[in-house]
């Protein structure tokens, strides 16, 4: 019935297996992907005809994790998997990076790539896994496919790299990198780094090239079993006389345009050209037309390559090493905890960092389970940045990602939750974009957060590099504008403090890059940073010792274990009742520790007294605030030191008789209180009357002390004076009581007459 195909390689220490032939068979292209006991099921399928009209390549990639495959119950009202959640969204656009610039251009048909992940070991991220049976389901589905691609994750440790780290492990890193790459060349990189210095990197990046080969070869020998007979395409490039028509048309007009230094000036200028393109085609048929316009993107940019690669003449005349003017203000919003306005050249964020305390964490509920994250960093594009009229509302995919890219370069460099107990969201939107937003996030992010007072370990700065590369020529353009990256064969992000890097991404257009580009790449990035890092610096050199005076302040105490029932109360009783009296938020953890924040230190303050008072052990002779807290015959309960009462008997509210606790006090009344005794049991026994109520000063004792119950031998005229004599008689001599011992016999005690009727009968023998 099933005919499968299967390939196994022992891979990092553990076994990857890729299959087919047995699931999905109606797809083009499907592959069930095994690494560990993290199972990956990705299937393809394209339209075999392309739409009318259409001048794009519409490739969709969709990453699912099922939650089944951890054997969870998705959490919420909603017990199925919903929406693309930020992860998913995040591997969806890992997938779809190295793989689209494979097809080839002029290939239009409709591809959709759907990845799930079936089963999850808890140790083995299904990302990598996911990307290589994308890799696998599409080499062999029959598509023109110019593949495959192999991916790997590396970790850093003691100086060594890591293949395929698990969870664990990496969390112990210095490193998370991704990496996708064909035999020949590397595709993609996606990494977090805690300061790697640019060898350190670029090792990384040659080390999972050489691991990545083996998968390559793995995805071969499978489709060299498995795969379908490759589409017959035509592809061939007939636009060879519409291009040369175009540039004697347009040609001086496009060089011209792309001399303006100004973006609207020659987005205007450009603008010009193209219709005077599209008018010289009015004539010809609608396709040809289409053709023509297909085309038009051809020449700019072989003349845009040209003048950089030949004159060294970038399209706002900087060198291929500059980086645009930059000016950075700091405290730019008012009321926010922190802020600031980043410009370089025409690109422009506004960005805001905001403080909260743990409630205000992210919840994430994901194959491990429930985690927060006390990091947040959202991306916004609204379509005025770029002058332009379209969409408003919801972040998309590019925010996403962009978003995360920014997350990923200012989280290495975060203060431990112990020595900034804060949550943490920094918001960017982006005013103008002509070039890298989120670079521009990177830096207008860490001046906000410098700004807000967050103590982080050192500045970052990022900048985007950008490749022109024809046959063996190439050259590296620092801070490319947005045509740069448009026309160019590379979109390489760097950013890092002086100390190092802290997050690299790199996506390519065409069929990978060296290591020789990369490395220079790299050192030119470096200079570049640095160049960045030090006009930051301008506006603010280190984060601010004091927080905005809106920010909310936390305070920190670590109290016993034992006392958080104490803390909390009977259904969080205490804890409610600390938090309404004060105004101030607890929180408290299962090892006890307690975090207090509120934005008025008085609150602080009152809710620290609070809580030091109920896991404080009450100290005899010592005197305390109390109050009132109910009243009974004998005396009254008072509350003090937080959670604990003491009683105070009537005849220690007054030195005097009082013949009714109601007399001296009331219900809810402040009082001043000595501890008198504590027992066993930890009954606490309280005093007014050797307090003065209204300063809190002891008085001396003016009432006889009574004496110690083990001297109250002779009370005198005690009713039952001669028994305190300490003499009872014929009962006290040696402990003889005559014939009471003897045998059981009581007689002389019954001397008035005989034993009762009812007395038993063991007791009226004389035996």
Wanted: proline share 4%.
């Amino acid at each position: 019935m099933f005919d499968v195909k299967t390939v196994s390689l022992e891979w990092g220490g553990k076994t990857l297996t890729l299959e087919t032939g047995r699931i999905a068979r109606q797809a083009n292209g499907a592959v069930l992907a095994t690494y560990g006991e993290t199972v990956v099921l990705c299937a393809v399928t394209a339209a075999k005809s392309v739409k009318e009209g259409q001048d794009f390549f519409p490739l969709t990639v969709h990453y699912q994790e099922k939650f089944s495959s951890a054997g969870r119950i998705p959490g919420g009202f909603f017990k199925r998997e919903r929406g693309a959640t930020e992860k998913e969204t995040l591997v969806s656009r890992l997938i779809d990076r190295p793989v689209r610039p494979l097809f080839p251009e002029g290939f239009y048909n409709e591809i959709n790539v759907i990845a799930q992940v079936l089963s999850y070991d808890g140790e083995t991220e299904p990302d990598v896994v996911a990307m290589i049976a994308a890799s696998a389901a599409l080499t062999i589905s029959g598509v023109p496919f110019m593949g495959p691609i192999g991916a790997a994750r590396v970790g850093f440790k003691d100086g060594e790299y890591q293949l395929n780290p698990s969870l664990s492990q990496a969390a112990e890193g210095r490193l998370d990198l991704v990496v996708a790459a064909t035999d020949n060349a590397v595709m993609m990189v996606e990494s977090e780094a805690k300061e790697l210095t640019e060898d350190e990197m670029l090792g990384a990046v040659m080390f999972a090239h050489d691991e990545i080969r083996k998968v390559v070869g793995a995805i071969i020998q499978l489709a060299e079993k498995a795969a379908k007979e490759p589409w017959d395409v035509d592809l061939s490039d007939n636009t060879a006389d519409i291009k040369k028509k175009l540039k004697d048309i347009v040609g001086k007009d496009v060089a011209a345009a792309y001399k303006l230094t100004d973006k609207s000036a020659r987005s205007n200028a450009l603008n010009e050209a193209r219709a005077k393109a599209k008018a010289a085609f009015s004539d010809e048929t609608p396709q040809t037309q289409m053709v023509a316009m297909k085309t038009m993107k051809k020449v700019e940019a072989d003349i845009v390559r040209t003048a950089i690669l030949k004159d060294g003449q970038r399209i706002d005349g900087r060198t291929t090493t500059q980086v645009r003017p930059i000016e950075s203000i700091v405290g730019f919003l008012p009321r926010t905890h922190g802020s600031s306005l980043f410009t370089r050249g025409e690109t422009q964020a506004i960005c805001t960092t905001t403080l909260g305390t743990k409630d205000a964490e992210q919840m994430i509920d994901g194959l491990d389970g429930l985690s927060y994250q006390r990091f947040m960093l959202h991306y916004n594009f609204p379509p005025y940045s770029v002058g332009e009229v379209g969409r408003f509302g919801a972040p998309g995919r590019r925010e996403v990602g962009h978003g995360k890219l920014a997350w990923r370069a200012l989280n290495p460099v975060l203060p431990s939750k112990e020595d900034f107990p804060y949550t943490i969201r920094v918001l960017s939107d982006i005013t103008e974009s002509n070039g890298s937003s989120s670079m521009a996030t990177v830096c207008g992010g860490c001046l906000s957060m410098m700004d807000a007072g967050v103590p982080i370990e050192r500045p970052v700065s990022g900048i985007a590099m950008g490749l022109i590369l024809e046959g063996d020529e190439f050259a590296v353009l620092s801070d490319i504008l947005g045509d740069e990256d448009h026309l160019g064969d590379m979109d390489f992000k760097v950013a890092g403090t002086s100390a190092g890097i802290t997050t690299m991404q790199m996506d390519i257009k065409i069929a990978g890059i060296t290591r020789e580009i990369m490395a220079q790449a790299l050192r030119q990035a470096s200079e570049g940073r640095a160049h960045i890092l030090n006009e930051m610096t301008k506006a603010l050199g280190s984060a601010r010792t004091e927080l905005s005076a809106h920010a909310p302040r936390i305070e920190t105490i670590q109290i016993d274990k034992s006392k958080i029932r104490e803390v909390i109360g009977t259904g969080g009783k205490v804890i409610r009742e600390i938090v309404a009296e004060t105004g101030a938020k607890v929180d408290i953890d299962d090892e006890g520790l307690i975090k207090i924040s509120s934005s008025d230190t008085a609150q602080i303050e009152a809710a620290k007294k609070w809580i030091l008072g109920i896991v404080e052990e009450a100290e005899v002779g010592k005197v305390y605030d109390g109050k009132v807290v109910n009243i009974v015959d004998f005396g009254a309960f008072v509350n003090f030191m937080g959670g604990k009462d003491g009683l105070v008997h009537v005849s220690e509210m007054r030195n005097e008789r009082v013949e009714k606790p109601t007399d001296v006090v009331k219900e809810g009344q402040a009082v001043k209180v000595k501890v008198l005794e504590i027992d066993q049991r930890g009954k606490v026994r309280l005093s007014m009357r050797v307090v003065d109520q209204e300063t809190g000063a002891e008085l001396e004792d003016t009432r006889p002390a009574r004496e110690p119950r083990s001297d109250r031998g002779d009370r005198g005229s005690d009713r039952r004076g001669p028994r305190r004599d300490g003499d009872r008689g014929p009962r006290r001599e040696g402990g003889d009581r005559g014939p009471r011992r003897e045998g059981g016999d009581r007689g002389p005690r019954r001397e008035d007459g005989p034993a009762p009727d009812h007395m038993p009968a063991f007791l009226k023998s004389d035996d």
